[in-house]
């Protein structure tokens, strides 16, 4: 079951100029990093991943994640620094039909003559917030015990 991402999250994903980054995992549970600045937020409210090369092992895992039901993660960080994770499912890939050609056609003025291998819809199920100062905040209510002895004076 997916989740409806926060409106700054999604406001996020939309800025051409936020770093956006996609883990997935192979066979024998290796992660593969990977940043996707072409990632964005479609109309259901689901992640779109646009894998150029048919060959690549994001591509494989993703299909590996729709068979066996593995989970992937997403990582956003905007200019300013706020930084958010999203676990999320791949739930479906399009490699022809009218949304794949919108996606084609796209692809093509963006890049030139690359080509599209697939448009990869991902469902979000779970957003974190992981800014530096939201994390150390969330800490000290936590974990007051936490802190280091030069803190506390």
Known sequence: MGIKLSTELVSAIKNKKTAKALATSNEDGSPILIFSPDL???ENGD????????????NKNL????WFDKKVSVSVRTPEGREWSITGAPIKMHV??????????ETSLHYGEADLAAAWVIRPESENEETYS???REQDIE???????????
């Open 96 to 105: 022809s039909g009218p949304l794949f050609q919108k996606y084609y056609v």
């Open 40 to 42: 964005h937020i479609d």
């Open 143 to 153: 974990h007051p015990f936490f802190r280091h002895l030069d803190r506390l004076a």
């Open 47 to 58: 992640l779109v991943h646009l894998e150029l090369l048919e060959s690549s092992a994001t």
């Open 134 to 136: 939201v994390k150390l």
């Open 63 to 66: 299909v590996r994640g729709i």
